[in-house]
């Protein structure tokens, strides 16, 4: 074998074990993207119970104080800013469409 293929084949091992490392965190990922889908499939089960309950007792949709210590609490989770910046805008999204669900609940009942 030649210099360069064996320079070739070197690199090719290389890309090989890359591709293999890349596809094992990527099947990591896959399953916490289950798991995390389970989860919200729960928190959405939770939301609607909720809607219901501000509906009957005319409860504002927005809790803007429990969103923000909600918030507050998740960031501590966060190994550094970055992450707690990553998790917060993440749990805006579930906020919001959390919201915008209930909202629309009650606007199919007529109530607000």
């Known amino acids: ?5 064996n320079e070739l084949e070197t690199v090719n091992d290389q ?4 591709k293999s490392e890349l596809a094992q965190l990527r ?3 896959d399953k916490l993207d289950s798991e995390i889908a389970l989860l919200l499939a729960s928190r959405y089960e939770l939301v609607q119970e909720i809607g219901k309950r501000k509906s009957v007792h005319h409860i504002p949709v927005l809790d803007p104080e429990r969103e923000k210590n909600i918030i507050a609490k998740v ?3 966060a190994k ?3 992450c707690a910046n990553f998790i917060q805008k993440i749990f805006e999204q579930i906020f ?3 919201r915008d ?3 629309d609940d009650m606007s199919s009942k007529g109530q607000r």
Do not use: G, H, L, Y
């Open 15 to 18: 890309t090989e074990q890359k």
């Open 1 to 5: 074998m030649t210099k360069s293929e």
């Open 80 to 82: 550094d800013e970055n």
């Open 101 to 103: 669900k209930q909202v």
């Open 96 to 98: 919001k469409a959390s």
């Open 75 to 77: 960031r501590t989770k």
């Open 27 to 29: 099947a990591e990922i």
